[in-house]
Structures are given as structure tokens and as C-alpha cells.
Antibody, heavy 115, light 112 residues
Framework: QVQLVESGGGVVQPGRSLRLSCAAS????????MHWVRQAPGKGLEWVAV????????YYADSVKGRFTISRDNSKNTLYLQMNSLRVEDTAVYYC????????WGQGTLVTVSS | DIVMTQTPLSSPVTLGQPASISCRSS???????????LSWLQQRPGQPPRLLIY???NRFSGVPDRFSGSGAGTDFTLKISRVEAEDVGVYYC?????????FGGGTKVEIK
């Protein structure tokens, strides 16, 4: 079955960096675009970024553009989100999700940005 | 950006009764390829979101047939024919026609 497992979350001070990972199994990872979506505590869903199946195309939400970088390693079936210059408002559970319709989601990893 | 507006914010429902959620987009969701990339997601308490419906009316694998989606252009509806206890949670519409992907604010379905 399809499994997406995020890791790398934690508590970090404003201005610092963090890298999230999403390990995929049960799918031909290299065939699908992948997304990051976040959810601030008690709030709704906010799309963060997408990367094409081959890594050649990437799009970002304006709120993270220039600070976050999405990437993937198809040889390791892993998606990444490099988050730099973190702000308090980046505090959220970060989910990875598969493909255009976001048909499979991971359990999420919590990122807390606090001094 | 396309703004997705859901109503109602909250929907108290009696078990076995129907529920309906509306979603309106600020512009047409018809893609240049002819498809309309409007999805519905369910998020049960403490769980990640789960895809229910994609491209307006297609039920995803394993989704019970009491869930149905309809609509066109800018107006869409999710219906639950007979609400069960496991349907409690927040429901989101989402458009994937244009980047950035955007979500509705969510509708909380709860049992009366």
C-alpha cells in the first residue's frame, strides 16, 4: 500500500533552518509530482510547494517563495523541503501529498518556530 | 489566486440524515485541458486529510458511495446521503486547476 512518512520536524528559533523529508513506498515515486501542504495549529490547509515527477518544475506559495526549496531524490524515493529564514508564522504540521489530486497524504511532521 | 469559499462553516447533522456542503470558486475551475480539478478532502479529528472526491464527482478508491460530488464552473457541492458517526470531521474543497493550489476554509460536520 502507499505510504508517505514525513520526518525532520522540531522546534527551531526564528531565522534558522530545517529540512523536512518524506519517504515514499508502495508507489513508483519517480512517476508522480509531489506536494507539501501545511496546517497551522487549529487552522485550515495551506499549499506550500509542488515538484514535478522529474524535479525539473517547481512552484511555490508566495508566503514561502525565496525561503523554502522543494527537491526530490528519485533514487531514494524521497521528497524534501529545505526551509530557511523560518518565521513564527511557519509553525505548522507539514504534510507531503502525492500527485495532482493529492490522493495520498503522510501523517505529517510538526514544525514549531519559537524563540 | 483562486479563492475558494465554503458554506456552511459548521453543519450539525442527525445520524442517518443527509448533509450538504457548498464550495464556490472566485473564477472558473475549467482547465485548458477540459478537466475541472475540484476535489473534496475529509479530515477526521487528529488525522491527516484524506481524498474523497476528485474532478468534481469521482469517488477515490475506498470511499463509500454515500459521498457524492457535483457542480460545474464555479459552484460545487459535496453531499453525504446518510451521515454516519465516522463522517465527523472537517471537509475541505480544493482546486488544482491553477497554481497556487487553494483550499476552502473548511466545513465542520458534527453530530447533533
Amino acid at each position: 500500500q502507499v505510504q508517505l512518512v514525513e520526518s525532520g520536524g522540531g522546534v527551531v528559533q526564528p531565522g534558522r533552518s530545517l529540512r523536512l523529508s518524506c519517504a515514499a513506498s508502495g508507489i513508483t515515486f519517480s512517476s508522480y509530482g509531489m506536494h507539501w501542504v501545511r496546517q497551522a495549529p487549529g487552522k485550515g490547509l495551506e499549499w506550500v510547494a509542488v515538484i514535478s515527477y522529474d524535479g525539473n518544475n517547481k512552484y511555490y506559495a508566495d508566503s514561502v517563495k525565496g525561503r523554502f526549496t522543494i527537491s526530490r531524490d528519485n533514487s531514494k524515493n524521497t521528497l524534501y523541503l529545505q526551509m530557511n529564514s523560518l518565521r513564527v508564522e511557519d509553525t505548522a504540521v507539514y504534510y507531503c501529498a502525492k500527485d495532482g489530486s493529492l490522493d495520498y497524504w503522510g501523517q505529517g511532521t510538526l514544525v514549531t518556530v519559537s524563540s | 489566486d483562486i479563492v475558494m469559499t465554503q458554506t456552511p462553516l459548521s453543519s450539525p447533522v442527525t445520524l442517518g440524515q443527509p448533509a450538504s456542503i457548498s464550495c464556490r470558486s472566485s473564477q472558473s475551475l475549467v482547465h485548458s485541458d477540459g478537466n475541472t480539478y475540484l476535489s473534496w478532502l475529509q479530515q477526521r479529528p487528529g488525522q491527516p486529510p484524506r481524498l474523497l472526491i476528485y474532478k468534481i464527482s469521482n469517488r477515490f478508491s475506498g470511499v463509500p458511495d454515500r459521498f457524492s460530488g457535483s457542480g460545474a464552473g464555479t459552484d460545487f457541492t459535496l453531499k453525504i446521503s446518510r451521515v454516519e458517526a465516522e463522517d465527523v470531521g472537517v471537509y475541505y474543497c480544493m482546486q488544482a486547476t491553477q497554481f497556487p493550489l487553494t483550499f476552502g476554509g473548511g466545513t465542520k460536520v458534527e453530530i447533533k
